[in-house]
């Protein structure tokens, strides 16, 4: 089997459209709320989950035809946070501006169901390679739908994007107004049903008779 | 290869063979009723046993005990090197000075002396101040940083208070009128992004010293009778004293007002006795009733 076959392949590409983890599986709803009023935590918050969830697959798959059926999603939970809190303290001793960014998002990260999601549903089941390309394609594919979601959110929000203003000081003048929704919360539940919608329209086999 | 057993999954008959049965025998189901049934591994053990689970379960945790405990004790030296580094930082930040590169070395360059102080003004020790955790501060205990920029004398106060999420945390710096702001830094451990967290952004944090068109302006902290007055308020208010709330951020912006009220009264009377004489309005009024300010902080502390 190659390192890219077509069954490989499949692993990586399908989270990102098709099998969607966000607008198709529904996860990780509750974080791409809450992290998505700003660009960059979006982008922090979305490359964080993917090296995690990768790496939690790469484990779970290595040790899952010794887990007990009954305990697997403790054993799950255990293998996560202790990976969670790994990284987080690898963090604070190398990179202590990145950690102070990630401080809120680390126990988001844990209680990410996609995580849990992938872990049962495929690295359970899996070979490490394959769970692995399925941990970085479902972890693009959440990171992907933040980063949209945010850039909507800031710009209209805010006027700027990664904290620059963009909206120059003259529309402001002229009458222009931030749209102070876009930063609370229902307006994520909002664009992300609009992304559902445009996704649906566009591929037909996601709907349902 | 050895035969595959099929099941009925309508009535349970059992055939075993390379293919399932096209009708089965009992019921008379199609061969999409039949599905395949694993035989049990041979291992020498049985993973579904409850003395496995145990074992397994306790081995797991005891791995991954060791294993962050090894790691968190190794890294701790690191990690409180960055820690006391970035407090030095946000120190210095409420001096406006930001981007230092080498912060250790700046911090100690400007800051001269790092005391703890009493609610009565008394100095209690005039070293050690920046290893005061936040859990022992108190009335008998206060950190105070005196700092020096450009030939003038701060005084640096740092505060914690509650947010909305979690804590907050600042530093402001007093000018040698101990009363009028020089700068301020806040931050936040997890308040709402693009609302509450708007608290360690410049937008807020310059009200303290500029207005909108960034010309300088002059905030107090303390009124004519020791009260803390500086607010954090939507709307309008004593110029003086005022700043404005981030819009939709309400229950952390109470937060920092508190935090003010709370943190910045223990320190009014040491403040005040090293004013110099020269600031009338704010050095002679405050005689007034220093005794009921003084217990009433006792109350809020």
Known sequence: ?209 | MAAKKYVCKVCGYAHEGNEAPSVCPLCKAGASEFEVVNAPKKKGFDTNSDLYAIIYSAFVVVIVAFLLAGVSSVLKPTQDANIALDKKKQILASLNIKNELDVAAKYDEVIKKELVINAEGVEVADKGGFDVKNEDVNENNLPLYIAEVNNEKKYIIPMTGNGLWGGIWGYIALNADCNTIYGVYFSHASETPGLGAEIAADKFQNQFTKDKDGNKVVKMVYNENGEVALEVKKGKGDANYHIDAVSGATLTCNGVDDMFKRKLAPYYNYLKNNAPVVEAPVAQEENVEPAADAAQVNVEE
């Open chain 1, 1 to 209: 089997m190659g390192l890219l076959s077509k069954k490989n392949k499949e692993a990586l590409n399908t989270p990102l459209f098709k099998e969607n983890p966000v607008t198709v599986q529904v996860l990780g709803i509750c974080s791409a709320l809450a992290v998505t009023s700003k660009l960059e935590p979006a982008i922090v918050m979305g490359l964080s989950v993917t090296i995690i969830v990768a790496m939690a697959n790469v484990i779970i798959s290595l040790i899952r035809n010794t887990i007990p059926m009954r305990i697997r999603i403790i054993v799950q939970l255990v293998v996560v946070a202790a990976l969670v809190t790994l990284v987080s303290e690898v963090l604070k001793a190398f990179a202590y501006d990145v950690s102070v960014q990630l401080s809120v998002y680390i126990g988001l990260i844990i209680t990410n169901c996609i995580l849990m999601g992938r872990l049962e549903a495929f690295a359970m089941q899996n070979k490490p390679w394959p769970s692995f390309l399925d941990g970085i394609g479902n972890g693009v594919g959440y990171a992907m739908i933040l980063v949209i979601v945010a850039f909507f959110r800031e710009f209209f929000g805010t006027g700027a994007l990664l904290g620059f203003q963009i909206i120059p000081e003259s529309f402001y003048e002229a009458g222009y107004m931030n749209n102070g929704l876009m930063l609370m919360t229902p307006a994520a539940f909002i664009l992300i049903a609009c992304i559902v919608w445009f996704q649906r329209a566009k591929d037909k086999s996601l709907q349902e008779k």
